[in-house]
């Protein structure tokens, strides 16, 4: 009988201590060890009282047999309920935390623009593909001939110095210019000709104006009877559509070894309509590129018969057109990748 009271009394001492461990739990993996300190079979509380069963006089087996496993049971259905409470509540918690106000306004996104070289390039194309040009890509690395012995500018010719040339070898060099496009058009095709020649060209180069690397623009036109006139006819449309209606154009006479004879376009100022201001430095005019009737020897080096056809030629440089378009004071803003600078324009 007072056997049987100490069990009680113990059992009743491991109800007690459950109960109470239980009640301050608050996570699941501490909730596991204590499920494991009384339930293990080897280690837990319960487990130990289990292994002792092979020490209780046979008749006393059966009852504490049978309460050690209710107290099992119970337990067992303690700590079922203690994991199902605290999943509860990491769950509730869960959802605070990542809750989410679908009443807030979103982050601005601010969706990126073109660069403005990219963007006169684009438009400049739109202009040219609109009176009939193709498109010819050709490579930035060319050898000495394309950029200038066929453009009729010989080894020793003084012009070679007017473009402070990167050379990659004693052959082969960066162009220097777009009019290397030329060549190669002519010298695989026939005429009627009309190409729009885009991309990057390198020079030694280096101030407020002018870059080490920059993007030309080359147009070529060969086909019987092409004169002067036509190419002053189709840059006052070219100068109408890109800077206004009432824009025109005026050629100076100039030299390239590759036209002749060779000019250089002004535009009337945009900004004061002629009257002089700071953009065309009081003149009434902007340089804007270079042009000309293309030079005889050319046609020539690339096998066109120079008495039955004529061309004209221009070069457009386009960092030159963007900073005069959108007031651009410094070339350097176009290669700087200032976030601040590059999206003011669209
Ligand atoms: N290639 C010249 C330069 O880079 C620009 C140029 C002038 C191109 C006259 C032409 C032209 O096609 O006819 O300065």
Redesign the pocket.
Known sequence: MAEQNGLRDRLEAIRDEIRQSVRGMDSSKAAYDLRKSFLDSKKGKIGQLMKEMKNIPAEQRAEYGKSVNELKNWAQERFDELDRSLKEKEMQLRYESEKIDVTMPAVKMRPGNLHPVTLVREELIDIFAGMGFEIFEGSEVENDYYNFTALNTPQDHPARDMQDTFYLSKEFLLR??T?SG?IHVMENSKPPIKILSPGKVFRSDDDATHSPMFS?M?GLVVDEGITLGDLKGMLDLFVQKIFGEQTTTRLRPSY?P??EP?VEVDVSCFSCGGAGCSLCKGTGWIEVL???VVNRKVLENCGIDPDRYSGF???IGLERIAMLRYGIPNIKLLFESDIKVLKQFY
Do not use: L
């Open positions: 220097t210019q009019s030329q030309q080359e390239f590759f036209t060779s270079g042009a000309g030629a221009f070069g």
